[in-house]
């Protein structure tokens, strides 16, 4: 089992950027694909980006192709959103998730397949 926390979150203006950082605890960290999801206002939690247990693949929601940029390191439980060009609709609070089920072959981009999440971190781009 792994415990998740996020950090990095904070005010931006438009076309900024920030970096989410997401540690976790837990020895099998190396062993669960790893996504961000956000979740704005009145909205639903939707999916960001996703990235196998190995870090060989990665999955974009289309909002954030182009912009947004997810990566690991095994070797220090971390995982990042690197979040390029922001605008005022990337608002919201962003969580790290660890896939429910460790070597998954694919990673779905679904907030069921993710079965531990962090707390949170808000991002508020202003325009």
């Known amino acids: 089992q792994v415990q998740l926390v996020e950090s990095g979150g904070g005010l931006v203006q438009a076309g900024g950027s920030l970096r989410l950082s997401c540690a976790a605890s837990?020895?099998?960290?190396?062993?669960?694909?790893m996504g961000w999801f956000r979740q704005a206002p009145g909205k639903e939690r939707e999916f960001v980006a996703a990235i196998s247990w190995s870090g060989g693949n990665t999955y974009y929601a289309d909002s954030a192709k182009g912009r947004f940029t997810i990566s690991r390191d095994n070797a220090k439980n971390t995982v990042s959103l690197q979040m390029n060009s922001l605008k005022p609709e990337d608002t919201a609070v962003y969580y790290c998730?660890?896939?429910?089920?460790?070597?998954?072959?694919?990673?779905?981009?679904?907030?069921?397949?993710?079965?531990?999440w962090g707390q949170g971190t808000q991002v508020t781009v202003s325009s």
């Open positions: 837990g020895r099998t960290f190396s062993s669960y694909a």
């Open positions: 998730a660890a896939d429910s089920r460790i070597f998954r072959a694919a990673v779905t981009p679904s907030l069921s397949a993710f079965g531990t």
